[in-house]
C-alpha cells in the first residue's frame, strides 16, 4: 500500500500567516463557539475539529515537496522546495545519523522555487547517507550546486556529507527505481518540467506539476490523459482559476483547478490533489477553490468514474 505525504504544497515562493491571519481565525473560532457549552479540553478539541478548515487549520506555505511512501527501505521525494527542510527533521528524528539511508529526488525542474530547500535538508549533511537526484535537465547538477554558491549561501556544496549523485533520465521511458516503475512526461514550461508517473503493486501516483495545459491541441491532451490512466492519485498544478489561466496568466506555465479535473475525468483517476498553490491565495480562499471544484467535478462528470477531489496542503496524508 501506497500512501503520499506532502511537505510542501505553494507554488511561486514559500509564505507564511501573517499576525493579522491568526487574529482573524481566532476571532471566527471565537464567534463559532458562543452560546456552545465547551466544559473541558475533549469537548473544545471536537468543536475545533466541527469548524471550517480554513478557520481551524492552514494550507501551509512550504513550497514544493512531496514523498511517496512504497514500502521499501528507500526514500522516494517529489522536489526540493522549502518542503524538503521538514521532511529531512522527519527523518533525522526517525533514523539518527547512526542509521544511513537512500534518498532518490525526482526534479521536475530547475527553478528556484523547487531547489530552495536542499541546503536545509539535514541528510545531505550526514556522512553515510546516499542521495540521488533525478532528473531529466542536462543543467540538473549545475542548478542544485548553484544553490550552495557563494554568495547566495555560506556553506559549499563540497561540505555535504552525504553521497550525492545525479542520473539524468530520458523522457517517455519507464525507469525501475527503487523498486518503481518511473516515467517521466515533459511539460509545458518555461525551461520545460517533467511530470512523474509512479507505478508499484498495481498502484500509481502522478506527479504533475509546473505545466500549462492546451485542451485545443487534441495530441497534447491526449498525451496527458493517458499519461494519468487510471492512477490512483494525481498531484496536479492549479495554480490559476480559470479565467487567469485562460487569460491575464495565459503563457505563464501553470494550470487550474478546471482543466485538473476534465483531464482527471477523462483517464479514469481517482483522486486529484490540487497542488502548487497561489501565494496569493489565503486560506479561506483555497477552501472556496475546493468547494467549486468539488462542485465542478459533479456537474460534469456525467456517467464517468467519480473523481475525489483534495486540495493539498502541508502535512496531508494521503493513503492509496
Aim: proline share 4%; aromatic share 10%; glycine share 10%.
Amino acid at each position: 500500500m501506497m500512501r503520499v505525504v506532502f511537505w510542501g504544497t505553494r507554488g511561486s515562493m514559500p509564505v507564511a500567516l501573517t499576525a493579522a491571519d491568526l487574529r482573524a481565525k481566532i476571532i471566527a473560532a471565537l464567534i463559532a463557539a458562543r452560546g456552545r457549552d465547551l466544559p473541558d479540553t475533549a469537548a473544545v478539541s471536537a468543536f475545533v475539529d466541527s469548524l471550517p478548515f480554513a478557520t481551524a487549520g492552514t494550507f501551509g506555505g512550504h513550497s514544493s515537496c512531496v514523498e511517496i511512501v512504497g514500502g521499501g527501505a528507500e526514500h522516494i521525494v517529489c522536489d526540493l522546495g522549502s518542503g524538503v527542510r521538514p521532511l529531512g527533521q522527519s527523518k533525522m528524528a526517525t533514523y539518527g545519523a547512526a542509521r544511513p539511508q537512500l534518498y532518490h529526488i525526482f526534479l521536475s525542474h530547475l527553478h528556484w522555487d523547487h531547489l530552495m530547500g536542499f541546503p536545509f535538508f539535514a541528510p545531505a549533511y550526514i556522512p553515510g547517507n546516499r542521495i540521488v537526484i533525478h532528473g531529466c535537465h542536462a543543467e540538473m547538477e549545475e542548478a542544485v550546486r548553484l544553490q550552495f554558491a557563494q554568495p547566495c549561501f555560506p556553506v559549499g556544496f563540497e561540505t555535504l556529507g552525504a553521497t550525492i549523485e545525479f542520473d539524468t533520465l530520458l523522457p517517455d521511458q519507464a525507469h525501475q527505481i527503487a523498486g518503481f516503475n518511473v516515467t517521466p512526461k515533459r511539460q509545458l514550461h518555461g525551461g520545460d518540467s517533467y511530470g512523474y508517473r509512479f507505478e508499484r503493486f498495481g498502484q500509481a501516483v502522478v506527479y504533475s506539476t509546473d505545466s500549462e495545459h492546451k485542451l485545443e491541441d487534441a495530441a497534447e491532451r491526449q498525451g496527458f490523459v493517458d499519461f494519468f490512466r487510471g492512477a490512483d492519485l494525481v498531484v496536479f498544478d492549479a495554480m490559476y482559476s480559470l479565467a487567469e489561466a485562460a487569460s491575464v496568466k495565459a503563457d505563464w506555465g501553470h494550470s487550474s483547478n478546471v482543466v485538473g479535473v476534465e483531464l482527471c475525468l477523462a483517464a479514469g483517476v481517482r483522486r486529484l490533489a490540487l497542488f502548487h498553490h497561489e501565494p496569493i491565495h489565503d486560506d479561506t480562499r483555497l477552501q472556496k477553490l475546493l468547494a467549486e471544484t468539488r462542485r465542478f467535478e459533479e456537474i460534469t462528470r456525467e456517467d464517468r468514474r467519480p473523481l475525489e477531489v483534495l486540495s493539498a496542503y502541508d502535512g496531508l496524508t494521503v493513503e492509496l
